[in-house]
């Protein structure tokens, strides 16, 4: 039984941090782990992006209404443990990690009525499921009332080691890190604004941790907090 099994409302775990932090991945492991189902709010920007790219409008000429008509052909399908973004229904994971998309996406993020239709997207899962939900403002902006609240953090050296690392399937070397590491910084930049720590998030630095020992922490925290929930519930159904 999961943890939220008592409660009358879904739970919904937010997962922020920059980009490279280990955010999705460890998001889909802890809802694995917690019976829950993961949304990767990121997903949902590049697949709007990947649809854009479809039209064949140049990037440069790349208005909100462009790529709101694009991803006017994206939805959220619902998986096992998870939500994948579609595009006219078919299943795009390859497309939307592609080079193209990732050069395009940071941009597409900062338009505010596409953040508008994620978040939309997003808070509607969330009214059928518990999810574990990852992205740069999901604590803040998207779900103030979060059951529970994560911010990753990580070096940015180690980000890059760890993003080159799943990407190109062996060691990098240090040229290779140092050039991805540049990037991310210049992608930090970009997505200042939108990455925000809430006040009440637990930071977790994850610079020195494995992915197992930041999922077990996570998902401790979780059963602690719904926990809780579930006994001053029961307390509030026995008060007269």
């Known amino acids: 039984m999961s943890p939220a099994a008592s409660r009358d ?3 919904v775990i937010a997962i ?15 809802a694995s782990v917690l019976g829950f189902r993961h949304v990767d709010s990121g997903a949902l920007y590049r697949a709007a992006t990947a649809a854009a790219l479809r039209r064949g409008v140049l990037p440069s000429a790349w208005t909100e209404d462009v790529v709101l008509e694009a991803a006017a052909t994206v939805s959220l399908s619902p998986r096992a443990t998870s939500f994948a973004p579609c595009i006219d229904g078919g299943d795009v994971e390859a497309e939307i990690r592609g080079a193209e998309v990732t050069r395009h996406v940071s941009r597409v993020a900062q338009m505010a009525r596409v953040r508008a239709w994620v978040n939309g997207l997003v808070r509607e899962a969330a009214t059928r499921h518990d999810i574990v939900v990852d992205g740069r403002d ?6 103030p009332d979060a059951t529970l609240k994560v911010f990753l953090i990580a070096d940015p050296w180690e980000r890059a080691r760890r ?3 799943q990407h190109i399937g062996r060691r990098p070397t240090d040229a290779e890190i140092a050039e991805e590491t540049d990037r991310l910084v210049q992608r930090d930049a970009q997505d200042a604004t939108q990455t925000v720590q809430a006040k009440d998030a637990v930071l977790i630095d ?3 941790l494995t992915q197992p020992e930041q999922v077990e922490r996570i998902v401790a925290l979780a059963k602690a907090v719904t926990q809780r929930g579930s006994e001053t519930s029961s307390v509030d159904d026995h008060t007269v």
Request: glycine share 10%.
């Open 9 to 11: 409302l879904p739970v």
């Open 16 to 30: 922020d941090g920059p980009a490279a932090s280990g955010k999705s991945s460890t998001a889909h492991w802890v």
């Open 138 to 143: 999901m604590g803040t902006t998207v779900f």
């Open 206 to 208: 994850t610079t020195y």
């Open 163 to 165: 993003r080159l690392t």
